[in-house]
Each structure stands twice: as C-alpha cells, then as structure tokens.
C-alpha cells in the first residue's frame, strides 16, 4: 500500500505546514495517523484525544479542510489521491500544532446556562419523565452531544460574531428547556436570546451537517427561537 | 439586547418574508400579465389612476420591504463591518424610515 502523505499544522496562530509519510493501514484512521507522527517521528508534535472511541470529543481537528472527530474518521474515506491536512479546529485560538484552546467554546455554554438546576432533593421522589412526551424527546434529539467543538468550529456566524454562543451552547440550552426537572428556564432563555444567542442564527445548518453525531444543532436553536418569542409574548416558556 | 427585542426582530423578519413571498408572486405575475400587447406609461397610468386595492397591495408590499430589508441589513453590518450598537439601531431604522417613505411617494404618484 503507498505510504500516505500527511501535512500537519506546526506552531500556534502563526506556524506552517510541515509534511509526514505515514504507513497505510487497513481501517486506518486520521487520529492512527496523527499519532504514529507523535511516536515514531516528531515526538514534539501536541494533539488532543483520550477515549478513540468517539464519545468523550477531544480529538477534533480539521481534516482537509473539513472539522471532524479524528478518532472515527477512516483514512480511506477523506485522503484525497493519498493527501491529508490535518490543522487544528478552526474558530478557536491554537494552543500549539493540533491543540486548540476550548475555554471559549465551554465557557459560553456556561453562558448560556448549560447547567442543570434541580428542583428537587435527595429527599423527595424520583421524576418520573414519560419517554414518549413531546418534551423528552425533544430533549432526547440533543442530549447525546460529546461537546467535541465541531459545530462550532463549521459555523460562520461563529466566525463573523465573536460573541456568539455558537450550536452546541445552544443546543445544550434547548435540551434543559425541555428539562421538566429544571428550575431555570426563564433565566435561560433570556440568557440564550437577543444577537449573541439564538437569533442570531441564520440556519445555514453546517452545525447539522458536519455534527458527527448526527445530531441537528439547527433544530434546537429553531426551539430557542419559538420558546424565546413564546416568553416575549407573555407566556410562559 | 433585550430577549424581547430580538424575538420581535426575529418574528418581524419572518413574517415579512412570507408577505414579500405572496407580493413579489402577484408583482411578477401582474407584471407578465400586462405586458402581453405591450407597455406603454399612459397604460400603466390608467389602469392604477384612482385603484386603492391596488395601492393598498403596494403599500403593503412597501412596508415589508422596508422592514425586512433594515433588519437584514443590520445584520450585514453587524457580522460583516462589526457596525453594532445604538448607532447601528438608529442607521437601520433610518434606511427602513427611508425605503418606505421612497416607497409610498412612488405608489401615490401612480395612484393620486
């Protein structure tokens, strides 16, 4: 099998492209590549990733062009004519080679109130939450997010409008609106709303579109949307 | 920006876009209907001299173009030109203020 040719950004913002041969492989993956460049030719060289199973969302990057999860993604599927580029995802200030820096990614999900408030205690009884309401699925549809930085990173809004709470923020908002648990829902759509949050949005649906785990960003904004103007018209959300 | 204000914005552009869907279906359709033997100004003249459902339709048509263009220009402005704040608020009121009072002068000089 020809030896695959890899050229991996080097550096922090500004750096260059250096060029690897790596090994083919059978169901090789981007990250298989990555790291045999880490152990058996640029020890220096700084990723990401810790499970390579595709569910704790670390070892995104961007993949000849593309945002991606590294650990899933096959050689075979994305090398064009035996070609990869692999940079750091884009959207976020790089830390060094591969390695972008996630603080604002996580820290506008604590923005835009990303974490659960409860309303029980330890005391009190089980919530029982029919699988099968229209709220819980509407939950369901968003919650299996790995918060690996993907959307984040194929959006343009997020590009244009640094301050932009971006999809997956907005998403995780979305699945706690449809928390019947979660003592926070106002707060949160009014944390979500206005030309930072959800309104922003222009559904152009690349979140949607390059989430690996087929989950619709776009759809849970959509919610955002209906719930925010729901509680400017007087309702609740 | 309040929650308020951005759902509002938001509705208002959405709902402008489906009128300016159904008028520019109509505007188009009117158009290829009364050209057919040819267009003269004295026809056009003619036909919309003392018609108000046909001023009423262009008036409406008039006020969602000035509404749905200001608020995507805001946009514009904002995510292309980092124009943002109180000052842009005002600019894009004043273009919407301006294509609408552009708007209704050229329906009434057809229509009086």
Redesign the interface.
């Known amino acids: 099998m020809k030896a695959l040719r890899v050229s991996v950004w080097r550096g922090g913002a500004e750096g260059r492209f250096e060029d690897f041969e790596v090994p083919r492989r059978g169901s090789q993956t981007v990250l298989d590549a990555v790291t045999y460049i880490q152990r058996h030719l640029d020890p220096t060289l700084s990723y990401r990733f810790a499970c390579r199973v595709g569910m704790c969302g670390s070892c995104a990057m961007t993949v000849n062009g593309k945002p991606r999860w590294t650990c899933r993604t096959h050689v075979d599927k994305v090398a064009t004519g035996g070609r990869l580029q692999v940079a750091p995802l884009a959207n976020l200030p790089v830390v060094k080679d591969l390695v972008a820096d996630m603080r604002e990614f996580f820290d506008k999900w604590a923005r835009s109130r990303g974490q659960f408030r409860p309303t029980a205690t330890r005391n009190d009884e089980f919530a029982k939450v029919r699988p099968d309401s229209p709220a819980r699925r509407e939950a369901d549809a968003g919650v299996e997010c790995i918060g690996c930085g993907v959307c984040y990173a194929a959006c343009d809004v997020v590009k244009w409008n640094r301050d932009y709470l971006g999809p997956a923020a907005l998403n995780r908002a979305w699945t706690l609106v449809n928390d019947e648990r979660d003592g926070a829902k106002r707060e949160r759509l009014h944390a979500v709303a206005g030309d930072a949050g959800c309104h922003a949005c222009h559904t152009m649906m690349s979140c949607t579109e390059h989430c690996p785990k087929k989950l619709s960003p776009t759809r849970s904004i959509a919610g955002l949307k209906r719930a925010t103007l729901a509680l400017a018209l007087g309702g609740e959300p | 920006?309040?929650?308020?204000?951005?759902?509002?914005?938001?509705?208002a552009q959405r709902a402008t876009a489906a009128v300016l869907a159904f008028c520019v279906l109509v505007h188009l359709a009117t158009m290829v209907f009364a050209v057919r033997g040819g267009l003269t100004a004295h026809e056009i003249l003619e036909r919309t001299h003392g018609n108000y459902a046909w001023c009423a339709f262009y008036s409406l048509f008039v006020f969602a173009a000035g509404i749905h263009g200001a608020i995507g220009l805001r946009?514009v402005a904002?995510?292309?030109l980092g124009f943002?704040g109180k000052a842009a608020d005002a600019a894009m009121a004043a273009i919407a203020l301006a294509i609408v009072f552009l708007g209704l002068r050229a329906v009434a000089a057809v229509v009086l």
Do not use: D, F, K, N
């Open positions: 920006m309040s929650t308020r204000a951005g759902a509002r914005l938001w509705v946009t904002s995510e292309w943002r």
